[in-house]
C-alpha cells in the first residue's frame, strides 16, 4: 500500500523558514515524479512544485513559490523535501506531497497524482 | 490554464444522481482528473484521462468530456459521497491547475 506522511510543518514568524518532509513507502520512490500541492484556508488546491523521477531530475515550480521554495528528493532515503524561505501569510495552508502517475507521448509527459499525504499544517504569523 | 468548476455548490439527496462540471479555458485533450477531498482525509483520485476510474473507485462514479467541457457524474448518492470534488488538467504544465472545487452537500 502506498503510504506518504508529511512532516515539518508548524508555526513560523513572516520571512521565516521551514523545511517539509514527506516520507514515501510502498512504492518504488526513485521511479516517480513527486509533488508538493497546497490548500490554503477556505481555498482550493494549488500545485507548488514538481521534482521528476530519478530518471529525470526536471523541476518546476508555481510562479508563487519559484525563488522562494525549493523541491529536492532522497531516493536512498524514500523522502520528498520542501524548503521554504522568505515565508508570508499568503503560505499559510496545509502542503501535500502527491505522487504522479501517467504516460509520455510525442517528448512530452502527462502525470496526474495518484496519491497523496495527508497534510502537514503551515502557518505563517507573527 | 484556467479550470472552472460548477456549480461552486451542489444539494442532492441520497440516492439521486449528481452531476458536477469543470470547463477549461483552453483544450487539455483528455488530459484531466478528478479528485474527492474529505475533511481532515488526504484529496483521493476518483478519474484520470477524463473518463478512467482509479483503482477501487466505484462503478457509480463516472467522468466523460474533452477539450474544454468535461463532467463527473455520480450516479446514485451515498452519504460517503458528500464532499469537495475538484477537477485538474496536466495536459499543459507547468503550472498544472486546478478548479476551485464543487461542494456536494446533502438536500
Known amino acids: 500500500e502506498v503510504q506518504l506522511v508529511e512532516s515539518g510543518g508548524g508555526l513560523v514568524q513572516p520571512g521565516g523558514s521551514l523545511r517539509l518532509s514527506c516520507a514515501a513507502s510502498g512504492f518504488t520512490f526513485s521511479s516517480y515524479s513527486m509533488n508538493w500541492v497546497r490548500q490554503a484556508p477556505g481555498k482550493g488546491l494549488e500545485w507548488v512544485s514538481y521534482i521528476g523521477s530519478s530518471g529525470d531530475r526536471t523541476i518546476y515550480y508555481a510562479d508563487s513559490s519559484r525563488g522562494r521554495f525549493t523541491i529536492s528528493r532522497d531516493n536512498a532515503r524514500d523522502s520528498l523535501y520542501l524548503q521554504m524561505n522568505s515565508l508570508g501569510a499568503e503560505d499559510t495552508a496545509v502542503y501535500y506531497c502527491?505522487?504522479?502517475?501517467?504516460?509520455?507521448?510525442?517528448?512530452?509527459?502527462?502525470?496526474?497524482?495518484?496519491?497523496w499525504g495527508q497534510g502537514t499544517l503551515v502557518t505563517v504569523s507573527s | 490554464i484556467v479550470m472552472t468548476q460548477s456549480p461552486a455548490t451542489l444539494s442532492v439527496s441520497p440516492g439521486e444522481r449528481a452531476t458536477l462540471s469543470c470547463r477549461a479555458s483552453q483544450s487539455v485533450s483528455s488530459n484531466l482528473a478528478w479528485y474527492q477531498r474529505k475533511p481532515g482525509q488526504a484529496p483521493r483520485l476518483l478519474i484520470y484521462?477524463?473518463?478512467t476510474r482509479a483503482t477501487g473507485i466505484p462503478a457509480r462514479f463516472s467522468g466523460s468530456g474533452s477539450g474544454t467541457e468535461f463532467t463527473l457524474t455520480i450516479s446514485s448518492l451515498q452519504s460517503e459521497d458528500f464532499a469537495v470534488y475538484y477537477c485538474q488538467q496536466y495536459n499543459n504544465w507547468p503550472p498544472y491547475t486546478f478548479g476551485q472545487g464543487t461542494k456536494l452537500e446533502i438536500k
Open positions: 502527491a505522487k504522479g502517475q501517467g504516460y509520455c507521448s510525442g517528448g512530452r509527459c502527462y502525470n496526474w497524482f495518484d496519491s
Open positions: 484521462g477524463a473518463s
